[in-house]
Protein backbone atom coordinates (compact mmCIF):
# COMPACT_ATOMS: atom_id res chain seq x y z
CA UNK A 1 0.00 0.00 0.00
CA UNK A 2 1.04 3.33 -0.33
CA UNK A 3 2.52 5.64 2.22
CA UNK A 4 3.38 8.95 2.77
CA UNK A 5 6.43 10.12 4.73
CA UNK A 6 6.92 13.80 6.55
CA UNK A 7 9.99 14.88 7.90
CA UNK A 8 10.93 16.33 9.96
CA UNK A 9 8.39 14.93 12.89
CA UNK A 10 8.72 18.52 14.79
CA UNK A 11 10.28 21.86 14.04
CA UNK A 12 11.40 24.46 16.72
CA UNK A 13 12.18 27.40 14.53
CA UNK A 14 12.81 31.17 16.09
CA UNK A 15 10.50 33.72 14.31
CA UNK A 16 11.96 35.48 11.67
CA UNK A 17 13.63 32.07 10.06
CA UNK A 18 12.82 30.19 7.10
CA UNK A 19 11.81 26.51 6.72
CA UNK A 20 10.95 23.75 4.88
CA UNK A 21 9.22 20.49 5.36
CA UNK A 22 9.17 17.63 2.95
CA UNK A 23 6.89 14.87 2.24
CA UNK A 24 7.74 11.50 0.06
CA UNK A 25 5.53 9.18 -1.49
CA UNK A 26 6.45 5.70 -2.03
CA UNK A 27 4.70 5.65 -5.43
CA UNK A 28 3.60 8.04 -8.16
CA UNK A 29 1.26 11.08 -7.12
CA UNK A 30 -1.83 11.85 -8.52
CA UNK A 31 -1.87 14.94 -6.01
CA UNK A 32 -0.30 15.93 -3.79
CA UNK A 33 -1.85 18.39 -1.37
CA UNK A 34 -1.47 20.71 2.09
CA UNK A 35 -3.10 21.12 4.61
CA UNK A 36 -2.54 23.07 8.50
CA UNK A 37 -4.34 21.77 11.34
CA UNK A 38 -4.41 23.40 14.59
CA UNK A 39 -4.41 20.41 17.26
CA UNK A 40 -7.70 19.25 17.83
CA UNK A 41 -9.62 21.21 15.06
CA UNK A 42 -10.18 21.14 11.23
CA UNK A 43 -7.89 21.16 8.08
CA UNK A 44 -6.89 24.05 6.30
CA UNK A 45 -6.43 23.79 2.66
CA UNK A 46 -3.48 25.01 1.78
CA UNK A 47 -2.07 24.30 -1.99
CA UNK A 48 -2.63 21.53 -4.13
CA UNK A 49 0.14 20.44 -7.00
CA UNK A 50 -0.68 17.96 -9.81
CA UNK A 51 2.30 18.49 -12.75
CA UNK A 52 5.94 17.58 -12.41
CA UNK A 53 7.96 20.59 -11.20
CA UNK A 54 4.81 22.62 -10.29
CA UNK A 55 5.35 25.11 -7.84
CA UNK A 56 2.88 27.28 -6.02
CA UNK A 57 3.07 30.12 -3.56
CA UNK A 58 0.27 31.89 -1.32
CA UNK A 59 2.06 34.60 0.72
CA UNK A 60 5.15 33.48 2.71
CA UNK A 61 4.50 29.87 1.73
CA UNK A 62 5.92 27.99 -1.58
CA UNK A 63 5.41 24.27 -2.40
CA UNK A 64 6.70 22.39 -4.81
CA UNK A 65 6.18 19.16 -6.89
CA UNK A 66 9.12 17.07 -7.87
CA UNK A 67 9.26 15.79 -11.63
CA UNK A 68 9.07 12.64 -10.77
CA UNK A 69 5.93 13.81 -8.66
CA UNK A 70 7.16 11.82 -5.09
CA UNK A 71 8.08 14.22 -3.26
CA UNK A 72 6.96 17.55 -2.63
CA UNK A 73 8.48 20.22 -0.33
CA UNK A 74 6.93 23.15 1.47
CA UNK A 75 9.04 26.31 2.14
CA UNK A 76 8.00 28.91 4.88
CA UNK A 77 10.06 32.17 4.51
CA UNK A 78 10.12 34.43 7.52
CA UNK A 79 8.19 31.95 9.89
CA UNK A 80 5.79 33.99 12.03
CA UNK A 81 4.03 32.60 15.20
CA UNK A 82 0.99 32.43 12.88
CA UNK A 83 2.30 29.63 11.08
CA UNK A 84 2.89 27.43 14.46
CA UNK A 85 0.87 24.29 13.91
CA UNK A 86 0.82 21.16 12.31
CA UNK A 87 1.44 20.32 8.31
CA UNK A 88 0.00 17.68 6.83
CA UNK A 89 0.29 16.47 3.10
CA UNK A 90 -1.93 14.53 1.73
CA UNK A 91 -1.79 12.05 -1.62
CA UNK A 92 -4.08 11.30 -4.44
CA UNK A 93 -3.45 7.98 -5.39
CA UNK A 94 -5.48 7.52 -8.12
CA UNK A 95 -8.49 6.33 -6.47
CA UNK A 96 -11.53 7.00 -8.98
CA UNK A 97 -12.89 9.82 -6.68
CA UNK A 98 -9.92 11.41 -5.38
CA UNK A 99 -9.66 10.33 -1.88
CA UNK A 100 -6.91 11.32 -0.09
CA UNK A 101 -4.16 9.39 1.94
CA UNK A 102 -2.08 11.29 4.75
CA UNK A 103 1.37 11.61 6.39
CA UNK A 104 1.83 11.67 10.38
CA UNK A 105 2.19 15.22 9.86
CA UNK A 106 4.94 17.99 10.76
CA UNK A 107 4.36 19.67 14.35
CA UNK A 108 5.84 23.43 13.80
CA UNK A 109 6.57 25.41 16.61
CA UNK A 110 7.63 29.50 16.20
CA UNK A 111 9.35 31.22 18.88
CA UNK A 112 8.80 34.21 19.17
CA UNK B 1 -16.20 33.16 2.02
CA UNK B 2 -17.88 29.49 1.91
CA UNK B 3 -16.94 26.95 4.34
CA UNK B 4 -17.52 23.50 5.31
CA UNK B 5 -19.69 23.36 8.68
CA UNK B 6 -20.19 20.08 10.84
CA UNK B 7 -22.21 19.65 13.95
CA UNK B 8 -22.13 18.70 16.84
CA UNK B 9 -18.67 20.06 17.55
CA UNK B 10 -18.11 17.43 20.47
CA UNK B 11 -20.50 14.64 21.10
CA UNK B 12 -20.30 12.08 24.09
CA UNK B 13 -21.83 9.03 23.94
CA UNK B 14 -22.57 5.63 25.56
CA UNK B 15 -21.00 2.34 23.58
CA UNK B 16 -24.11 0.32 21.39
CA UNK B 17 -25.57 3.78 20.91
CA UNK B 18 -26.14 5.08 17.90
CA UNK B 19 -24.75 8.37 15.96
CA UNK B 20 -25.36 10.43 13.77
CA UNK B 21 -22.60 13.24 12.89
CA UNK B 22 -23.95 15.86 10.34
CA UNK B 23 -22.01 18.11 7.60
CA UNK B 24 -23.29 20.87 5.32
CA UNK B 25 -20.47 20.83 2.40
CA UNK B 26 -20.19 23.87 0.47
CA UNK B 27 -23.25 24.94 -1.78
CA UNK B 28 -21.56 23.73 -5.23
CA UNK B 29 -19.20 21.12 -4.31
CA UNK B 30 -20.34 17.54 -5.32
CA UNK B 31 -18.05 14.80 -4.62
CA UNK B 32 -18.07 14.68 -0.62
CA UNK B 33 -15.74 12.49 1.78
CA UNK B 34 -16.20 11.23 5.63
CA UNK B 35 -12.51 11.28 7.04
CA UNK B 36 -11.58 10.57 10.85
CA UNK B 37 -8.72 10.74 12.83
CA UNK B 38 -7.91 9.04 16.09
CA UNK B 39 -6.01 10.85 18.69
CA UNK B 40 -2.18 11.17 17.66
CA UNK B 41 -3.04 8.99 14.40
CA UNK B 42 -3.24 10.36 10.94
CA UNK B 43 -6.10 11.11 9.06
CA UNK B 44 -8.12 8.42 7.48
CA UNK B 45 -10.15 8.05 4.90
CA UNK B 46 -13.45 6.09 5.26
CA UNK B 47 -15.63 6.80 2.74
CA UNK B 48 -16.39 8.81 -0.39
CA UNK B 49 -19.64 9.98 -1.88
CA UNK B 50 -21.08 11.37 -5.25
CA UNK B 51 -24.77 11.35 -7.19
CA UNK B 52 -26.45 10.01 -4.54
CA UNK B 53 -24.10 6.58 -3.96
CA UNK B 54 -21.54 5.28 -2.35
CA UNK B 55 -18.22 5.52 -4.58
CA UNK B 56 -15.90 4.24 -2.59
CA UNK B 57 -14.88 3.06 0.97
CA UNK B 58 -12.05 1.70 3.17
CA UNK B 59 -11.96 -1.32 5.18
CA UNK B 60 -12.97 0.73 8.20
CA UNK B 61 -16.17 1.86 6.80
CA UNK B 62 -17.56 -1.55 7.58
CA UNK B 63 -21.56 -1.80 8.07
CA UNK B 64 -22.24 -0.41 11.09
CA UNK B 65 -21.85 2.95 9.23
CA UNK B 66 -23.83 4.80 6.61
CA UNK B 67 -24.13 8.06 4.81
CA UNK B 68 -26.87 9.75 3.57
CA UNK B 69 -27.72 12.68 1.81
CA UNK B 70 -31.40 13.39 3.00
CA UNK B 71 -31.60 16.66 1.47
CA UNK B 72 -30.26 19.09 -1.06
CA UNK B 73 -27.70 20.38 1.69
CA UNK B 74 -27.30 18.06 4.71
CA UNK B 75 -24.41 15.42 4.25
CA UNK B 76 -24.06 12.49 7.11
CA UNK B 77 -22.23 9.92 9.02
CA UNK B 78 -24.27 7.88 10.92
CA UNK B 79 -22.14 4.90 13.32
CA UNK B 80 -25.37 2.39 14.36
CA UNK B 81 -23.52 0.66 17.42
CA UNK B 82 -20.09 2.91 18.98
CA UNK B 83 -17.52 1.08 19.68
CA UNK B 84 -15.10 2.45 22.64
CA UNK B 85 -12.47 2.73 18.95
CA UNK B 86 -14.57 4.56 17.21
CA UNK B 87 -13.61 7.58 19.36
CA UNK B 88 -12.01 9.98 17.09
CA UNK B 89 -12.41 13.10 15.23
CA UNK B 90 -14.54 12.46 11.95
CA UNK B 91 -14.33 15.24 9.37
CA UNK B 92 -16.42 15.58 6.68
CA UNK B 93 -14.58 16.98 3.37
CA UNK B 94 -15.92 17.79 -0.21
CA UNK B 95 -15.10 19.42 -3.82
CA UNK B 96 -16.43 20.77 -6.88
CA UNK B 97 -16.78 18.96 -10.02
CA UNK B 98 -13.60 20.97 -12.12
CA UNK B 99 -11.44 20.95 -8.78
CA UNK B 100 -9.32 18.23 -7.00
CA UNK B 101 -9.54 20.70 -4.37
CA UNK B 102 -10.94 19.21 -1.00
CA UNK B 103 -12.35 21.45 1.85
CA UNK B 104 -12.50 20.12 5.38
CA UNK B 105 -14.96 20.99 7.62
CA UNK B 106 -13.58 21.29 11.43
CA UNK B 107 -14.38 18.09 12.26
CA UNK B 108 -16.47 16.21 14.65
CA UNK B 109 -14.67 14.98 17.95
CA UNK B 110 -16.54 11.70 19.14
CA UNK B 111 -16.38 10.45 22.47
CA UNK B 112 -17.83 6.64 22.94
CA UNK B 113 -17.44 6.03 26.96
Known amino acids: SQELEQSPQSLIVQEGKNLTINCTSSKTLYGLYWYKQKYGEGLIFLMMLQKGGEEKSHEKITAKLDEKKQQSSLHITASQPSHAGIYLC????????????FGKGTKLSVKP | EPEVTQTPSHQVTQMGQEVILRCVPI?????FYWYRQILGQKVEFLVSFYNNEISEKSEIFDDQFSVERPDGSNFTLKIRSTKLEDSAMYFCAGRDYSSYEQYFGPGTRLTVT
Open chain 1, 90 to 101: GADIGGSQGNLI
Open chain 2, 27 to 31: SNHLY
